[in-house]
């Protein structure tokens, strides 16, 4: 692959001035993933009738949309006890200029190889947190007069939803249209920086989600299972074979015939089974699947269109190895529609409940994981496979059309997995999924055979 060179780098700030001060995350904005999340478009060659430099259209449009948008031009920071606050002080995201002799022929299928690495915006975890940009772009032209946009966007300020938001009005006002959906952007609807509300006195339930993952059998911790090499695939599930999954799972003893499986129970279920046959586990081993919820419409009153910010929980199924394996497909879809079915109101508020009453939330980031011994939540005998099949992921068009390719950039723990539709046909879905290379042919076969 052709070397990529950087040719500049920028500090956008808004285009006018915005409200500055201490602005409260809320509780589900401290907790879980607080690093950046990396996604990245390909676009082909920009029409003759696209007459702007795209480099300089994305920058100033990328302006405007800060102003809106002002919290991502922020920085958080840290306060006492593990938590962190946004200092809207209009700094600036960081905005790369690249370019490369490679072709855009040169990605092949676009699975996310060592190459996506040097197309994307790279953090450093080890400068200070209040240096680091909110948000970081880096557009790369390419030999072909192609182009991709990688983005990282800091997941302790928006999860999937709002960071989509974001991009989808930064393509509308690239195009010259004016916003679709304005940022709610006040966070005290989800008591952020707030005391305890006067029903904190609700019951303590067990929450599994903020437990101790399983281990394997025999050790006392993940360590070992973390240093091992993990690779990445692709794989596609075609409309038909999603069919005949979910043909198996509500026809099977656990379906429930008012409602029947979600394509996203039923291929979790699917994955946690192979997962389990892969990794080669003993039948009374533990494992637990982490599952990302999005509390929007869950609470009440529901959050106002537009919430930007953070409004997703993971829960937590758990079974063994043997349970998953031995019973038929919808036992495991079962587990996983339960602990869905659990995120209520209430469970929500007292989860926020937990989470201040804690002495510190350190615990319950990822920021900490990285090169240390503790968490995150993924890796043998666990996973988790976030769901992207309900968001608007596709159709970023900047003013030169739509993007030829979306996908996640690069997973690098044990079990992260995440599902996406197609993008060019209808009904098909993409599993993006990490694994320990030892286990990733066996997963393969599995995931196929076993359909």
């Not at 390419?142 to 989509?164: P, T, W, Y």
């Not at 008012?258 to 009374?284: D, I, L, M, N, Q």
């Not at 106002?304 to 409004?311: E, M």
Request: hydrophobic content about 35%.
């Amino acid at each position: 692959m052709a070397p990529i060179i950087l040719r500049n780098t920028y500090t956008v700030v808004p285009a006018e001035p915005t409200w500055t001060g201490r602005f409260p995350l809320a509780e589900w904005d401290q907790v879980g993933t607080i690093t950046h999340v990396p996604t990245v478009y390909f676009y082909d060659k920009p029409p003759e009738s696209f007459q702007g430099n795209v480099f300089e259209t994305l920058r100033n449009s990328l302006s405007r949309t800060l102003f809106h948008f002002y919290p991502m031009a922020g920085r958080v920071r840290w306060l006492p006890r593990g938590r962190l606050e946004l200092d809207c002080n209009a700094v600036g995201v960081t905005f790369i200029e690249a370019e490369s002799e490679a072709e855009l022929s040169d990605f092949k299928d676009f699975s996310p190889t060592p190459e996506f690495e040097k197309l994307m915006p790279q953090v450093n975890y080890k400068n200070p947190i209040e240096t680091i940009p909110l948000f970081l772009a880096q557009v790369t032209k390419f030999k072909c007069g192609g182009i991709s946009l990688s983005v990282n966007i800091s997941h302790a300020v928006v999860d999937g939803q709002s960071a989509l938001h974001f991009m989808s009005e930064w393509g509308r006002i690239s195009r010259g249209e004016p916003l679709g959906t304005v940022p709610f952007l006040d966070r005290k609807i989800l008591w952020a920086g707030e005391p305890l509300p006067p029903f904190a006195s609700l019951p303590r339930f067990k929450r599994k989600e903020f437990e101790q993952p399983p281990f394997l059998i025999g050790e006392t911790d993940n360590v070992e299972e973390r240093k091992k090499k993990t690779t990445v695939a692709m794989l596609k599930l075609s409309k038909s074979q999603l069919e005949k999954l979910r043909s198996r799972v509500n026809t099977s003893e656990f379906a429930d015939p008012a409602r029947g499986f979600t394509r996203y129970e039923t291929v979790t279920a699917h994955v946690w089974r192979c997962a389990c046959k892969a990794r080669g586990h003993s039948p009374e081993q533990p494992t637990a699947l982490g599952i990302c919820i999005d509390t929007r419409s869950r609470v009440q009153p529901p959050l106002p269109r537009g919430y930007f910010g953070n409004a997703t929980l993971d829960v937590v199924a758990a079974s063994t190895s043997g349970e998953l394996i031995s019973n038929e497909l919808g036992f495991a879809a079962g587990k996983i529609s339960k602990a869905i079915k659990n995120v209520t109101n209430e469970y929500v508020m007292t989860g926020i409940e937990y989470l201040k009453q804690q002495e510190d939330l350190k615990k319950f980031q990822d920021l900490h994981a990285l090169g240390s011994t503790e968490g995150p939540f993924y890796g043998n005998p666990n996973l988790g496979l976030v769901s992207w099949l309900t968001l608007p992921l596709y159709g970023l068009d900047f003013g030169w059309g739509k993007e030829i390719y979306m996908g996640p950039g690069t997973h690098d723990f044990d079990g992260d997995s995440l599902l996406l539709p197609d993008q060019n046909e209808d009904g098909s879905l993409i599993l993006a999924t990490c694994l320990q290379v030892a286990h990733m042919e066996a997963f393969k076969k599995h995931f196929y055979e076993d359909i």
